[in-house]
């Protein structure tokens, strides 16, 4: 038996990120078949999205940003400047000192 457990973490932020999109359509006035329409994406589906389902698609939640005019941030969300610990982990790596070559010998 393969049990798929979704860590808490992942879930609450899923819930949060559902609840933000379903206010963000509820602030533009769109229905939820209008929204589901514009997505592409089926009105159960756009439901599930509301709520935070693991279980969706990245690329529906993407279509989903799109008609909300939201799409730009998802291409920041792992971005560097909001990666401190990949920062950290890139800093280590950094030379300890930087010697110049010496030419003509």
């Known amino acids: ?55 969706v698609s990245m690329g529906a939640y993407a279509k989903v940003l799109f008609i909300l005019g939201l799409i730009s941030h998802l291409s920041d969300l792992a971005d560097i400047k909001h990666d401190k610990l990949g920062q950290v982990f890139d800093a280590e790596q950094l030379p300890k000192r930087i010697r110049h070559k010496k030419y003509g010998k």
Do not use: C, Q, W, Y
């Not at 973490?9 to 206010?23: Q, Y």
């Not at 939820?32 to 994406?41: M, P, Q």
């Open 1 to 55: 038996m393969n049990i798929k457990i979704t860590p808490f973490p992942v879930a609450r932020a899923l819930k949060k990120f559902g609840e933000d999109l379903k206010n963000a359509r509820k602030r533009r006035r769109i229905t939820t078949n209008l929204a589901a329409e514009r997505a592409n994406v089926s009105r159960a589906t756009l439901v599930k999205i509301e709520k935070g389902d693991g279980g």
